[in-house]
Nanobody, 123 residues
Framework: VQLQASGGGLVQAGASLRLDCLAS????????MAWFRQAPGKEREFVAA????????YYPDSLKGRFTISRDNSKNTAYLFLNSLKSEDTAVYYC?????????????????WGQGTLVTVSS
């Protein structure tokens, strides 16, 4: 499976955005999907994860309520909905995957990564 993230762009504070992560290959439905982000000059951080079964989600407390992760297995695509965007949300957003994986925030647990898509929020 290979991952390709898209949907980033320049938006104003308060706007919403949807990021897509298209997976090519087989067995997408068996992968736990996640999103991470890396702001300029900062380390990459966990944003959201969605289990491969039962639709369980996991968010850091700081982002809970504003960001939503979902997936459409028929389209081999995971999504990240960003709402009420703030300037501090400016970052490169990466999607990641781990097969049959549990919901974890650790980057090292994910063995597949997309190339990243840039989200810039102007204040």
């Amino acid at each position: 499976v290979q991952l390709q993230a898209s949907g980033g762009g320049l938006v104003q504070a308060g706007a919403s955005l949807r990021l897509d992560c298209l997976a090519s290959g087989y067995h997408f439905s068996t992968y736990t999907m996640a999103w991470f982000r890396q702001a300029p000059g900062k380390e990459r951080e966990f944003v959201a994860a969605l289990s491969f079964t039962e639709g369980k989600t996991y968010y850091p407390d700081s982002l809970k309520g504003r960001f939503t992760i979902s997936r459409d297995n028929s389209k081999n695509t995971a999504y990240l909905f960003l709402n009420s965007l703030k300037s501090e949300d400016t970052a490169v957003y990466y999607c990641a995957a781990r097969r049959y994986g549990s919901l974890v925030a650790s980057q090292s647990a994910y063995d597949l990564w997309g190339q990243g898509t840039l989200v810039t929020v102007s204040s």
